[in-house]
């Protein structure tokens, strides 16, 4: 029988490194029959994280405590294991209210299901840069990050739009930043953004542009 668990926990090294690591387990957790339905930090306090887990039974669950590969994985992580708080969630409880049928009209429903959301999808295929009507005229040089982890802005369509905007005859220079989230990934490369700026209004030549790049270390490329 299932259990569903809320966690409690320290964490030293961030909650993007912290969730790399998870990510990283992927397979051995599946194995162990564990899913993380949330995990996040407090907004105040980022040390702070709480998370909820299914576990596929109670066995499953103690099989997460006894495996001292993965403790001291998750010790190198950040995560203060000492600090830890495992509280069982009892059987009654209810998830995802209000459901989609309490959130959207039939009528909406009904067109997603049928693949008909006119005129909403010719509003939105024309108000993308791939699908605006207007022919292009002059472009300015474009600077694209990307970070590899990211799960919000997600890396993949953005790498196969470089592609499609340089047919188009945009002129892109891409970084990717290895190991990052979707605010690391921002924020660990202002340095680099502005010097790059910097560069055009000086005039420099653009490098590789329209490759889409592997990731690196984007610290010690702004250093």
Not at 167 to 182: K, N
Request: glycine fraction near 8%; charged fraction near 20%.
């Amino acid at each position: 029988m299932a259990v569903i668990v809320k966690g409690e926990i320290t964490i030293t090294k961030g909650f993007d490194h912290w969730k790399s690591m998870v990510f990283s387990q992927k397979e051995k957790m599946a194995g162990m029959g564990m899913q993380f339905l949330f995990a996040g930090t407090e907004k105040n306090d980022p040390t702070k994280l709480h998370t909820v887990i299914k576990f596929e039974s109670v066995e499953a669950m103690q099989a997460f405590g006894a495996d001292k590969e993965l403790t001291e994985t998750r010790r190198q992580a950040g995560a203060v294991i000492e600090s830890g708080v495992m509280t069982p969630i009892s059987d009654e409880f209810f998830t995802n209210y209000p459901d989609v049928e309490s959130l959207f009209a039939q009528s909406y429903r009904e067109g997603i299901l049928a693949n008909d959301l006119e005129p909403w999808t010719c509003y939105l295929q024309e108000n993308s840069i791939l699908g605006l009507p207007v022919d292009l005229e002059r472009v300015a040089p474009t600077f694209i990050v990307t970070a590899e982890n990211d799960d919000l802005a997600i890396a993949a369509p953005v790498h196969r739009d470089i592609e499609d905007l340089c047919a188009l005859g945009y002129t892109i220079e891409h970084l990717q930043c290895a190991g990052l989230g979707h605010v690391d990934g921002a924020l660990d490369t202002l340095g680099i953004q502005w010097s790059w700026i910097q560069g055009q209004l000086e005039g420099n030549t653009l490098n590789n542009t329209c490759v889409v790049q592997d990731p690196i270390v984007c610290a010690e490329e702004s250093n």
